[in-house]
């Protein structure tokens, strides 16, 4: 069976028919893609936007505990160098009272002799 010229533009026509019928579907298809890219790409852009958000609260938590901790430490350090200073006066008042006693003992050796 061969094919005439009749034929061949007669295929050619249909073939033609039917890129133009699908090429509107495809080009909707590629339209209907590219909305849902879009769409999902705003959905992620809000859901990253919220992380940051979300971070940057943290951050301040943490610097607000930090804050809290640092003055913490320096109030201990406060009561080290109270208790520090304690000791001191204590070591001084124990040193005089040896002196003293010291003294004491002297004045009875003397007395001995």
Do not use: C, W
Not at 26 to 38: D, F, K, P, Q
Not at 85 to 106: G, V
């Amino acid at each position: 069976m061969a094919l005439t010229k009749e034929d061949i533009t007669e295929i050619r026509e249909l073939i033609g028919e039917v890129i133009t019928e699908r090429q509107p579907k495809t080009i909707n298809n590629n339209v209907h893609y590219e909305l849902e890219i879009r769409e999902r790409t705003l959905r992620v852009e809000e859901g990253l936007k919220h992380q940051r958000e979300l971070m940057q609260e943290g951050f301040k938590r943490m610097d607000q505990r930090f804050e809290q901790m640092e003055k913490r430490f320096e109030q201990i350090d406060k009561r080290f160098e109270q208790v520090d200073k304690r000791f001191e006066s204590l070591i001084a008042e124990m040193n005089a009272r040896f002196e003293q006693i010291d003294r004491r003992f002297e004045q009875v050796d003397k007395r001995f002799e």
